[in-house]
């Protein structure tokens, strides 16, 4: 206890009590109670159901990078009012009145406006996207990280945006293209392109490339093709990269090995219907397809 209780004179026993539902500390004796209380550390199982146990905290509402004040704002009442209902003295109600004057022009900084709408926008494109929340906190951290720098004068907010969630996902590793990221924040692919290169190069992040096994089942879903010819995509393209046939080329662009693996399997998944799903010319399918056939053909028939 960081406060000891004073004992009364004549209080000879001094045998201290806690109880448990008040949390208070008193002398069974004199009967004198301390200014501090207990901390209760018990379950708070009672009456909960499974799910509201594994939601309930002590702690509050946690603390997150998307949003604006991070999880740590203070509401100031516009009521005159105490905890009691009691009206405030001309004083203390003078004092409020600049509070809240001062937080209301808090929230006009020229930085925070910036978040607001960053934040907006981030939370419309991370569902479209699918992205897990890690690569959203790493979104906002960066988009942070940029604003301190003070280079987003002059450059659209979208923009910036947009090319902080492509580099967040290429650093954690969760497959998302350029043109799924135009596509979700509806702008053109080169202004991500071009706000991608001058973060990168601010930021001093080599984030290394997709490897193109991670878009595999995403466009055999989408072209309807049998697990028989997705593994055997997976097959193609662990040889491709053994013979380093994959290096420097489009990540999407070497998953077009469906359409050599649905042609073997002799299953219907066209070159434009490739082209369509994953962005990629069908010319470039087409010799993607050639090269694989060339180098590595021998390796796959056996």
């Given at each position: ?39 209760s ?31 740590l ?34 929230r ?43 280079i ?33 924040g ?47 995509a ?69």
């Amino acid at each position: 206890m960081i406060t000891k209780i004073v004992h009364q004179k004549g209080c000879k026993l001094k045998s201290i009590i806690t109880d448990e539902y008040t949390g208070e500390i008193a002398c069974s004796n004199c009967g004198v109670v301390s200014s501090e209380r207990t901390v209760s550390t018990a379950s708070e199982t009672i009456g909960m159901s499974p799910a509201e146990y594994q939601t309930n905290s002590r702690v509050g509402g946690k603390i997150s990078l998307k949003m604006i004040d991070m999880g740590l704002s203070t509401i100031i009442e516009s009521k005159n009012k105490d905890s009691t209902g009691k009206l405030l003295s001309s004083e203390n109600r003078r004092m409020f009145y600049r509070l809240r004057m001062w937080d209301r022009n808090s929230r006009s900084v020229n930085s925070i406006k910036s978040f607001q709408k960053a934040f907006t926008l981030l939370d419309g494109i991370s569902p479209k996207l699918g992205l897990p929340e890690s690569v959203v906190e790493h979104t906002a951290y960066l988009f942070r990280k940029i604003a301190a720098k003070r280079i987003l004068a002059g450059r659209s907010t979208t923009d910036t945006l947009c090319a902080t969630v492509y580099i967040a996902c290429r650093l954690t590793n969760t497959p998302r293209t350029l043109q799924d990221i135009a596509d979700a924040g509806n702008i053109k692919k080169k202004n991500v392109q071009r706000v991608y290169r001058f973060l990168a190069k601010e930021l001093d992040v080599n984030p290394q490339s997709y490897n193109p096994i991670e878009f595999v089942t995403r466009l055999a879903k989408a072209v309807n093709i049998s697990e028989k010819t997705e593994r055997l995509a997976f097959k193609i393209l662990s040889i491709a990269q053994k013979s380093n046939i994959s290096t420097s080329k489009n990540p999407m662009a070497m998953a077009a090995a469906i359409h050599l693996a649905a042609v073997m399997n002799k299953e219907k998944a066209s070159q434009l219907k490739i082209s369509e799903v994953s962005g990629i010319s069908a010319v470039t399918i087409r010799d993607r397809t050639k090269e694989i056939k060339k180098i590595i053909g021998g390796e796959i028939n056996g």
